[in-house]
């Protein structure tokens, strides 16, 4: 890349960052946890949200930010279909979401009163590494048939994440996962990133994860108070 490429791209991230940062302060300020969920196509994101609205709504307000490289609703028709507020942000093509199109999601939402923002990001394990979005937390959703090596091959989705979700545990009978392996691979990237085996299917290992969203929003609501 030339010097001028490399500058131009390096002031689209810093732009990036500042509104990013701007989201973040509005979700502080309404007392918003905000959570960026990335995985590469069918690793079950959709699922885990599905299950998660299950297992905290009513208790919590939940609105979801659904992004898509096409103007296809079928994710967002499914969130819906559980009452729940539901923005589908289409990025015409783009791999990632990035903190302008959340921005504009937030605004066709109405933040009042939620206390858990999910934005589904692009399935994609390479862009949406480099674009913040104004998320509190990142959490990446592995699953079981994609293969132990994955941390090896995508290495930098993981280093800026609090959570690895590896979902889909009900498969591991069938299919040859190391998940030692594969835990040395995030370790080696991340060394304090939570690591929780799920099945969103059956709901095994469900619990940890929604207790780790739950002390999350907790201490988000009571640092707005
Ligand atoms: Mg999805």
Redesign the pocket.
């Known amino acids: 890349m030339s010097v001028e490429k490399v500058q131009i791209v390096e002031k689209i991230l810093d732009a990036n960052d500042q509104m990013a940062l701007e989201n973040q302060q509005v979700f502080d300020q309404e007392g918003i946890l905000a959570i960026n969920i990335m995985a590469s196509p069918g690793a079950g994101?959709?699922s885990l949200i599905l299950r998660t609205i299950e297992g905290l709504s009513p208790q919590y307000k939940i609105a979801v930010i659904?992004g898509d490289t096409a103007p296809v609703t079928i994710?967002a028709d499914k969130v819906n279909a559980r009452g729940i507020p539901v923005t589908q942000i289409n990025t015409g093509g783009d791999c990632h979401l990035d903190a302008l199109m959340v921005r504009k999601g937030m605004q066709s939402l109405n933040l009042k009163g939620i206390d858990l923002v999910i934005i589904?990001n692009v399935?994609n394990l390479v862009c949406p590494a480099a674009f913040k979005l104004g998320s509190h937390n990142n959490v990446v959703v592995a699953s079981i048939p994609e293969g132990d090596d994955k941390p090896y091959k995508y290495p930098n989705i993981y280093r800026g994440i609090q959570c690895l979700v590896l979902n889909k545990t009900d498969l591991l009978p069938y299919v040859d996962f190391n998940l030692d392996y594969f835990k040395q691979g995030i370790r080696m990237l991340n060394p304090t990133a939570d690591i929780l085996p799920l099945s969103s299917k059956t709901g095994e290992g469900m619990d940890a994860w929604l207790a780790w969203l739950r002390a999350r929003i907790g201490e988000k609501k009571h640092a707005a108070k």
């Open positions: 994101k959709t659904e994710d589904e399935g």
